[in-house]
């Protein structure tokens, strides 16, 4: 089988991936928070007894679009936009910490602070609502509550959320959406991220999705038509064989 076969196979490959990719970033265009993945793919040039221009495609490093979304007031009192770095702390299953750009925050059946049904982190730990209560957030993450019947100014305070300050590098995205510290980051092999006391949110606000629909649409036709270039080397390549070896064969 020609070796132009197993290029363009790699090439077609690369497409879906890349289409897979830009899918589920236009899939989540109006999800809170949401941070585009950014598809990366580089040339490894063919070792061995073949011509020099033919190369392979493999997946480099894939990162995020660090980008800020635009900032929407809700005027709900659970919602809170953060700043361009910080990161929401949540607790997965196993006991240990994944981070989001989500700032819809919501009060499960447990009467825990949650973000996609994931327990919110605090300073101490998982934060607990009283049962009835009205929730404010203040801008250094300051949880407050005030009991039904309560006077207005009599607000005690139940928790800070913990927000982290963590760059680009300093984090990969899961398969279950949420962010973990980077196996190559400067706090690789830590159990969780420190809170940085400094980061100021915005209450009563959420950033919307920083995917741009129009040019997600646009990548998804480049994608489809990149795949289908590719396919009709591999049909042509096949023929080339095929007619090759009838003629050796009629010799």
């Not at 510290?181 to 159990?191: K, R, Y």
């Not at 606000?205 to 994608?223: G, K, R």
């Amino acid at each position: 089988m020609d070796h132009a076969i197993y290029t363009a196979m790699g090439a077609a490959n690369a497409a879906l991936d890349r289409q897979a990719i830009t899918s589920n970033n236009l899939a989540n265009a109006s999800t809170a928070g949401f941070r585009a993945q950014l598809a990366a793919f580089r040339a490894i040039p063919v070792q061995g007894p073949s011509v020099e221009t033919r190369t392979l495609v493999t997946a480099s490093t894939p990162y995020h679009d660090d980008s800020m979304g635009i900032i929407n007031q809700t005027g709900r009192n659970l919602d809170v936009a953060l700043p361009q770095n910080g990161w929401l702390a949540v607790a997965l299953p196993d006991g240990s910490e994944a981070y989001t750009r989500a700032g819809n925050i919501e009060v499960n059946s447990e009467g825990l602070l949650s973000v996609r049904g994931l327990p919110v982190m605090g300073d101490g730990g998982q934060i607990n609502a009283p049962p009835q209560a009205e929730l404010t957030i203040a801008p250094d993450g300051t949880i407050t509550a005030r009991g039904a019947g309560d006077q207005p100014k009599a607000l005690s305070p139940i928790g800070k959320l913990k927000m982290v300050n963590a760059k680009l590098q300093d984090l990969t995205r899961g398969d279950d959406g949420l962010f973990h510290i980077a196996p190559d980051s400067l706090n690789a092999g830590s159990a969780q991220l420190s809170a940085d006391p400094s980061l100021q949110l915005i209450p009563g606000a959420l950033e919307s999705s920083n995917v741009n629909p129009a040019t997600s649409m646009v990548d998804m036709i480049a994608s489809a038509r990149g795949f289908d270039m590719n396919m009709k080397v591999i049909t042509t390549v096949d023929d080339n064989d095929k007619k090759a070896n009838q003629l050796l064969s009629m010799s």
